[in-house]
């Protein structure tokens, strides 16, 4: 703890909408768990976008996955990124950057998010190659058509679609 009682390390903010969690988050986690004191994993609540998992259930697998990494966190948030890494005293905002097609965007979120709140960096970082071409959307759409998705996801991600499409399909 510092003499203000904030807790010390420097926190970073690993924030999404993992839907579901993949391989390819999974390995930024661990890359951002050696380079800061303290990573939160941050799942977006977002009520307007169509969820296969709830928050709590995003929260729950990945939990799960980090349970025997003690600098590791998850929490959900909702509202400005920026306001809640404030909040949360953390120093950086982590995100994941596959191919240049990812840039535009990231670019774009970054700046906008410097601009709201200048105290908090953004830092990229690249996956394994292995996962540069994996996302939840095509998790999602693959394993619904019945592909194979082992190996991309944890196996706990994959146990859970297998509910879910259990519970779809009513058995
Ligand atoms: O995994 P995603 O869906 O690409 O993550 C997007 C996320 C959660 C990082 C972004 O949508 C976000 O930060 N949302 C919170 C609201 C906010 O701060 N919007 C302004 C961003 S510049």
């Known amino acids: ?6 807790p010390s390390g420097r926190l970073a903010i690993f924030p999404g909408s993992f839907d579901p969690l993949t391989n390819g988050h999974v390995d930024i986690i661990l890359r951002s768990a050696h380079l800061f004191e303290r990573i939160t994993v941050a799942v977006l609540v977002n009520a307007e976008k169509q969820a296969l998992f709830t928050a709590d259930e995003r929260v729950a ?3 799960e996955v980090f349970k025997e990494y003690p600098n590791v ?3 959900s948030f909702d509202g400005l990124l ?6 949360r005293r953390a120093s950086a905002i982590v995100r994941g950057l ?6 535009e965007y990231e670019f774009q979120m970054a700046l906008m998010n410097r601009r709201l709140s200048s105290a908090i960096e953004t830092v990229f970082m690249m996956p394994a ?3 540069t071409y994996i996302s939840s959307r095509l998790i ?7 592909g194979r998705v082992s190996g991309l996801v944890p196996d706990i991600v994959e146990a859970r679609l297998r509910d879910k499409h259990k519970v779809a399909i009513g058995r």
């Open 1 to 6: 703890m510092t003499p203000s009682g904030a």
């Open 61 to 63: 697998i990945i939990r």
């Open 73 to 75: 966190g998850v929490e």
């Open 82 to 87: 920026v306001e809640y890494a404030r909040q």
């Open 98 to 103: 596959r191919a240049v097609s990812d840039f």
């Open 129 to 131: 190659e292995q996962y």
């Open 140 to 146: 999602k759409e693959v394993f619904s058509l019945g």
